[in-house]
C-alpha cells in the first residue's frame, strides 16, 4: 500500500506542478499581451511625437515669417509715421501691435493663421491710408509752390516794369 501511496502522493504532487504550470502560462501570456500593447503604445507615441514635432515647426516657420513680414512692415511704417504722426499715437500703435503679438502667443494654428490674416489685412489698409496722406500732403505742396511761382512772377515783372 505504501506504494500506492506514494503514487497518490506523486499524482497530486504532478497535478499541483500542472496548476502551478497553468498559472505561469497564464501570467506569461498576461505579460506577452501586455508587452505587446506597450510596444503598441510606444509605436503610437512616436507618430504622435513626429506628427507634434512637423506642427511645432510648422508653427515657428509662419512665426517667423510672421515677425519679418512685421519687420518690414514696422519699418516702412516707422519711416512713414515719422513725417506724419506724433510720439504719442507713434507709442499708442507699437503699444497696440505689441499686444497683438502677445495675443496671438496664445493660439491654435487655425486661429494664428486667422490672426495673421487680419492683421495683414488691417496694416494694408493702414498703409493705404498713410499713402493717401502723403498724396494730399504732396498735392497740397505742389500747390503751394505753383502759388509761390506765380507771386515770384509777378514780383519780378512789377521791378521789371515797375
Excluded: C, P
Excluded at 27 to 33: E, G, K, P
Amino acid at each position: 500500500m505504501s506504494e500506492i501511496q506514494k503514487l497518490n502522493n506523486i499524482i497530486a504532487s504532478l497535478e499541483e506542478q500542472s496548476s502551478k504550470v497553468t498559472e505561469f502560462s497564464g501570467v506569461l501570456s498576461a505579460v506577452n499581451a501586455s508587452k505587446t500593447e506597450i510596444l503598441s503604445a510606444k509605436t503610437a507615441f512616436g507618430e504622435l511625437l513626429e506628427a507634434h514635432k512637423k506642427l511645432v515647426t510648422e508653427t515657428i516657420k509662419y512665426h517667423k515669417e510672421y515677425q519679418d513680414k512685421l519687420a518690414v512692415l514696422e519699418s516702412k511704417l516707422s519711416k512713414i509715421e515719422s513725417d506724419f504722426v506724433t510720439s504719442a499715437q507713434l507709442e499708442a500703435a507699437k503699444d497696440q501691435v505689441l499686444l497683438r503679438i502677445y495675443e496671438m502667443r496664445l493660439l491654435t494654428t487655425e486661429q494664428f493663421k486667422q490672426r495673421t490674416i487680419e492683421s495683414e489685412t488691417l496694416i494694408s489698409s493702414q498703409i493705404v491710408q498713410a499713402n493717401s496722406t502723403i498724396e494730399r500732403a504732396i498735392s497740397a505742396q505742389g500747390q503751394s509752390i505753383r502759388l509761390l511761382r506765380t507771386y515770384l512772377v509777378i514780383g519780378m515783372l512789377m521791378i521789371a516794369f515797375g
